[in-house]
């Protein structure tokens, strides 16, 4: 048996990891047949899947999952393949692959962490092709190698064989006869397009003559324009001339008037310069005048008032006498009312006391107000923290409530269950709430009504223990009631109702076998009896019945420690699974079933009945402290209104006093004022002499200021005098200066009227020269853009001058030629410049037509004589290759007494490389032709068979370094599985042949073996020794 490998990429070892139902596991296969065996679900496939993935496969043609995390082995967050391939020009090639349990996955070369085109290198490298069922035919696809069509089997033995020059040379034949069909196709729509275009042509050429000798015309008639232009612009440059002569004598004429103007004008303008001068000191005349007037006016007005005064200065003295007359008077009143006053004050004291006694009274007051207010503030506080208490007590007595309704709700959802989904149960509970007193003993209500679980988080496991027939039974405690209520309820109301008995037991003698403290290491934290709260009767029943006082029930770590568990207890559960134990009576083994829990239904909302009598209790304690805290706060509250009624009538009394001190105030503010009215008056009072002798000085005062005014009018009137002769002088002079002004004025708008005139005689001259010479203008350029922009004398225009005198020479004799060239042009009818432009666009592209189509017909040709020469490069290797398959393939069917052939087909047309195909044709009996290998002809075994025969055929063709077939046997009776393994030894034993991995559950009795076949036995159990504890030797020695 060679143990080196001979051909690059064939498998050194298989290493897995965490992978599918594998812990760990390694496989180091030999170099030709490797027979992978043992018993269905052992995973012998997870080797196919595992060199699938890691060489970068798709999941789906594992037909297994679709989803990478379902090949990590359950439980573990990451799982690994590494394949170690052969390379015999260095280092072997390790290729991993890590799957990760949220589908994510990476791919390692040699411990390098790469993308998945590098793995796709690798297996172009070693020709290996994971998606070809002639290369991997995974157990799950081992049939659909029988569907492949014949397109299909030719692609993937082409495949396999390996020869890259083959399938590129038949990639390249189907392309071109697709290209061929195409360009062909299109030769066709250019012919067809080319005759249509030249037959509309043909249509129109008619149109096109008539139009083309229209334009002609026409093109006369532009020519007859040009020239007329032309003609018209010259005859309007002579009359500019003309024009241009008359505006010049117009302007000689209109200069020398416009000099004499300018002359009269400068004299006006000297005179009225003069005239400001005069006007000038006539104003400031004026001004002197006003200002000397106003000082005369200014002092006759002062010595009125003088006059005025000194005439009443007697009346003044008089009146003053008799106001110090009056004061006298007025401050005797005031004494008075002083004197009253005082008098009031001392009546006011002697009937309502002193300030000091007043203020003695108030202070009694006071003191007594605040002892008061301390007693009210007292009691006030005591009302409010007992209101405080009360309201407090009520908020509790509401939280109480709604702590009430969430129990009696969860109290009434199993009761709502019942009447949901159990509804005579239902109705039987409603029955016995109203005729309980029929029966001798209790009779409890379902038992789902009546037990309760401590900590709802695990209802799990005691809902998945108790069965639901007896959660939902009535249970009575002796045996007449269970057999009157079931005659009530069954037979008479005809409800499907369970009933069972539990009669009076001893509780205690259902104890656990083992403690809970020996078992507690495994993971167990408690019996299920433990859990469970309710009557005794039911308890008792459910330790008889379901034993809960010896079902343990435990977290994860159970699950790790399951084998550890003592035999004797027979049922017990993990986190999230139950676990039931078998002993087998004929060899004391142990087997263990293991089951997921659901989640609960029923008790994940607890019923708690003791904590609602306490709350009940609780409620009544509270209302009977609130009614007696309510009846004191109702006697603190009088209390209060007493106490407040004393403090108003003290109030009262301090606010009569605050009355009389405030009326005592009133009395002496009056008092000061009079002191201060009288003591004002004796300050403001005066002597009669001196008043009299004020009055004497005053008077001569007012005789000297009178002199002193008469002198100052006497001089202000000599000066104004004088200013009004001045004044009067200079109006003269400025009446004068304006009579010149206004006769040289009527000189100047004289001449200016002349000016004007000839001005307007010069604008209507220049108006006909600039329209004149704008008119020559614009007809120059309308003649310019009918010659093409170039006037007469520049370069070009000789080429007009030439046809021009081919035409009349005057306007006139123009008009008449254009007249008659134009009559001519509308005779002719038919054609249009669209027509003449669609008539040149289709030759144009009749032109390009045709020489897309010869370039087309030139490359059909190219195409063509490409195919002829690849033709025979693929087609004679594919057919030497199918004769060889197909003598092999004819080989093994004959030495198996059966018949087979594989053929090459084509289509109809040999150049239609896509219809090309492999047919496999076999025969297994005799009175049989030879059929088409497929799904209605042979069965599953036979085309089994036939797959297996068709793969060793290639064996020798193909340069795939390993291959995996997979229970190919499935399905086989004993002969053609005999058939297909001898063959199968036989070609993998050659010196050459390729490693081949065969995966069956089992291997035929007396099978020929050969020294390069290697069986590899799977065998995987919990208490299997790992292979790297196995002892080889022994092993050997045994077999």
């Known amino acids: 048996m060679p143990y080196r490998p001979y051909m690059q990429g064939q498998i050194i070892k298989v290493q897995l990891r965490n992978f599918m139902s594998y812990d760990e596991i390694e496989l180091r296969p030999g170099f030709h047949l490797n027979l992978i065996i043992g018993p269905n679900g052992t995973g012998k496939s997870t080797f196919v ?7 970068g496969g798709n999941t789906k043609s594992l037909c297994r999952a679709d989803r990478l995390s379902a090949y990590v082995k359950n439980g573990c967050s990451e799982g690994t393949i590494d394949i170690e391939l052969y390379e015999p020009q260095g280092d072997n090639v390790i290729v991993t692959r890590k799957i990760y349990s949220n589908n994510h996955s990476e791919f390692y070369i040699n411990g390098k962490q790469v993308t998945a085109s590098k793995i796709n290198e690798i297996k172009t490298k070693y020709n290996i092709h994971v998606d070809n069922l002639c290369t991997f035919l995974p157990q799950e696809r081992v049939q659909d190698f029988s569907k492949l069509n014949p397109q299909q089997l030719l692609e993937q033995t082409q495949n396999t064989i390996g020869q890259q020059d083959m399938i590129s040379n038949f990639e390249r034949l189907k392309n071109l006869q697709k290209n061929v069909k195409e360009r062909e196709t299109k030769a066709g729509t ?15 050429k008619d149109k096109v003559n008539s139009f083309l000798e229209k334009q002609a015309l026409i093109e006369k008639m532009d020519l007859i324009k040009q020239k007329k232009a032309w003609l018209c612009y010259h005859d309007q440059l002579l009359k500019v001339r003309e024009i241009t002569k008359d505006f010049k004598l117009a302007q000689e004429r209109h200069g020398e008037k416009k000099k004499e103007f300018d002359r009269i004008s400068r004299e006006l303008r000297h005179l009225e310069d003069d005239i400001k001068s005069v006007e000038n000191g006539h104003s400031q005349s004026k001004r002197d005048w006003e200002a000397k007037r106003a000082m005369m006016e200014d002092e006759l007005r002062r010595l ?39 008098n009031d004050l001392g009546t006011f004291e002697s009937k309502n006391g002193t300030d000091e006694e007043l203020e003695t009274r108030e202070e009694e007051m006071g003191r007594a107000l605040l002892k008061n207010h301390k007693e009210e503030s007292k009691l006030s506080e005591t009302k409010l923290n007992m209101e405080d208490d009360v309201e407090q007590l009520t908020q509790e007595m509401k939280n109480i409530s709604v702590e009430y309704r969430l129990l009696e709700k969860k109290r009434n959802f199993r009761l709502e269950f019942l009447k949901r989904y159990e509804p005579d149960a239902y109705k039987s509970v409603e029955w016995l709430k109203e005729n309980r007193d029929l029966f001798q003993g209790h009779i409890y209500n379902p038992m789902l009504l009546e037990i309760d679980v401590k900590n709802p988080n695990l209802a799990k496991y005691v809902e998945a223990r108790i069965g639901y027939r007896d959660l939902i039974s009535f249970t009575c405690t002796n045996a007449d009631d269970l057999n009157l209520l079931v005659k009530k309820l069954r037979s008479e109301q005809k409800l499907k109702i369970n009933v069972i008995c539990s009669e009076d037991d001893d509780l205690t ?31 008792r029943y459910l330790c008889k019945v379901y034993k809960i006082h010896c079902i343990p029930i435990g977290d994860e770590t159970v699950k790790s420690k399951c084998d550890q568990v003592p035999m004797r207890i027979p049922i017990f559960f993990s986190e999230n699974h139950m676990f039931t134990v078998k002993v087998s009576v004929y060899s004391g083994d142990k087997a263990i079933n293991v089951k997921s829990i659901n989640e609960p239904r029923l008790f994940h909302v607890a019923n708690d009945n003791g904590k609602i009598e306490k709350l009940q209790k609780r409620e009544k304690e509270l209302q009977s402290v609130i009614e007696e805290k309510q009846t004191k706060i109702k006697l603190i509250t009088q209390e209060i209104k007493s106490v407040l009624e004393k403090v108003e009538h003290i109030r009262q009394k301090k606010r009569d006093i605050a009355t009389l001190r405030e009326e005592k105030k009133q009395i002496m503010i ?20 001196d008043i009299l002798e004020e009055a004497d000085n005053e008077r001569k005062n007012l005789r000297k200021e009178i002199c002193r005014i008469l002198t100052s009018i006497k001089e202000t009137s000599e000066k104004l005098e004088k200013c ?10 400025y009446k004068i200066a304006r009579l010149k002004v206004n006769a040289l004025q009527l000189v100047k708008t004289n001449c200016s009227e002349k000016l004007n005139k000839l001005q307007a005689a010069l604008n209507t001259v220049k108006s006909v020269k600039q329209e004149r010479e704008a008119c020559a203008a614009e007809l120059k350029e309308e003649a310019k853009k009918l010659t093409n922009g170039i006037s007469p004398g520049e370069r070009g225009f000789d080429q007009f001058e030439k046809k021009f005198q081919t035409l009349k020479s005057t306007v006139e004799e123009l008009e008449t030629e254009m007249q008659e060239t134009q009559v001519m042009a509308e005779f002719l009818h038919g054609g249009n410049a669209q027509i003449l432009h669609e008539y040149q666009q289709r030759e144009e592209e009749i032109a390009r037509l045709v020489k897309e189509q010869e370039e087309c017909k030139k490359s059909v040709d190219e195409v063509k004589r490409e195919i002829g020469t690849l033709r025979s490069k693929w087609l004679d290797p594919i057919s030497k290759m199918v004769d060889e398959v197909n003598v092999a393939f004819g080989n093994f069917f ?59 055929s290639l064996q020798r063709l193909m340069i795939a370094p390993f291959r995996f077939v997979d229970e190919i046997n499935q399905g086989m009776d004993s002969t053609n599985e005999r058939r297909i393994m001898d063959l199968m030894i036989n070609v993998t034993s050659e010196k050459r042949s390729g490693q081949y991995f065969f995966i069956t559950p089992k291997i035929l009795p007396d099978v020929k073996c050969s020294e390069t076949m290697v069986v590899h036995c799977i065998y995987s159990a919990k208490k299997a020794v790992p292979s790297k504890h196995w002892n080889l030797q022994k092993f050997l020695s045994l077999a």
């Open 49 to 55: 899947c595992a060199v699938i993935l890691a060489l």
């Open 190 to 204: 250019f012919e067809g397009k080319i005759a249509e275009e030249r037959q509309k042509n043909d249509r129109l």
């Open 304 to 342: 009125r008032q003088r006059v005025e005064h000194l005439e009443d200065l007697d009346s003044i003295v008089q009146s003053k006498l008799a106001a110090e007359e009056n004061k006298k008077q007025e401050m005797l009143q005031y004494q008075e009312t002083l004197d009253k006053l005082k």
């Open 509 to 539: 003698q259902h104890n656990p076998e083992i403690p809970l403290n020996q078992i507690r290491p495994l993971g167990f934290f408690s019996y299920m009896k433990d859990l469970i709260t309710g009557p005794n009767h039911i308890i």
């Open 670 to 689: 009056k008092m000061k004022r009079a002191e201060h009215n009288i003591q004002s008056l004796k300050e403001g009072m005066r002597d009669p002499a």
């Open 724 to 733: 009004t002769n001045q004044k009067h002088e200079r109006a003269i002079q």
């Open 894 to 952: 004959e030495s198996m007494g059966c018949a087979g052939e594989v053929s090459l087909i084509s289509g109809e047309n040999p150049d239609d490389f896509d219809q090309y195909g492999i047919v496999i044709k076999v025969k297994f009996r005799d009175e049989i032709p030879l059929q088409r290998l497929g799904r209605y002809f042979q069965s599953g075994g036979e085309r089994a068979v036939a797959t297996g025969v068709y793969l060793l």
